[in-house]
């Protein structure tokens, strides 16, 4: 007599799309799917209840259990906090990849081993895992779909994590995932794509989200010899690169080139003068390699929508690793992660590091 035992599963349901084809994809699949909602976000938190009822929706549609777990406090230490020290202090800091580590599939995963005996998580994150039996590691390669591919916000897990998660939107391409939504007959079918970040989509814009918590300190907008050509309302609204919005009237386009939190000073400069051949990375997680400890070749994505380039990876002590771009790169952002990929694997990224030459 063969004991049929059935495969569990966890699976993040934000009320999107995306994560309603992943949880329809693994029921029908036999999968005995328990649907999760993390409740994020406080005050503007419409798009987080919308999301609940329509998770909940879909819950009901498959017959299986739905779950909320309030996050708001998890949600606010560290990304609300994060955001808001690293604006003050000068950089560009990125939420999203913080979230996946330490908001959703950190505790979603304890959640599912704790509370409810379930060894799996899912999500509908377009990427992919592979395990390697040659170096026993668990690989995470970019999706199939190349324009929704999500492998940059993931760079960040664990080992551990990779091992219990399962994607089952990589292989597909979006279009693929909506007509299954529609032949699921799904409530979310026809829901609209996010388009950005979701503390943007919440709350209008980076800006506004941030005046919340910031006040408005004007300062100087300073030249890279220090002579003053404007002023700001606040450090918090810069990112380096930028040149719309600086209000200065100049023959040549400036760019922000630095933000100096220490003097409230944004500096700004020609386009040459926001160019790097170099960056260091901090706080550098290796995900599908052993950590190298000699040179290594890469390409490597400096943001998310960024194109990849070749780079010479240079491990360093203390989880930092500095980067070689072949040709010099514009507008190399700290705060934001350092990417890098072999192909179709991702290899491990970090935070990129304030340049001190800039300030
Ligand atoms: N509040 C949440 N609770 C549980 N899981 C979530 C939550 N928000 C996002 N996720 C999970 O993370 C995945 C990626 O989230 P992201 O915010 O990038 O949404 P998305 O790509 O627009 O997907 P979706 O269409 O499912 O909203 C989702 O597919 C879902 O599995």
Redesign the pocket.
Known sequence: MSIHVMKKVV??????????V?AATLHHQGYEVVG???W?MKGKGQC?SE?MVDAAFICEQLGIPHHIVDSREVFQANIVDYLVSGYESGITPLPCSQCNKTV?FGPMLAYARETLGIDKIA???YARIRYDAKSDRYQLLRAVDSNKD?SYFLYDLSQELLAASIFPLGELEKTQTRQLAAEYQLKTAAKP??QDL?LVESHGSMRTFLDQYISQTTGDIVDTNGKVLGQHQGIHHYTIGQRKGLGIAAPEPLYVVAIDAGANRVIVGDRASATQPDCTVGRVNWISIHPPTTPIQASVQVRYRSHPVDVTVIPLDGNRMKLIFDQPQFSITPGQAAVLYDGEMLLGGGIIERNQDAV
């Open positions: 699976v993040g349901l934000s009320g999107g799309v995306d994560s309603s992943a999760l909602t993390l994020l987080c999301g959703k999500t509908g994150h999500q794509e996010s979701c």
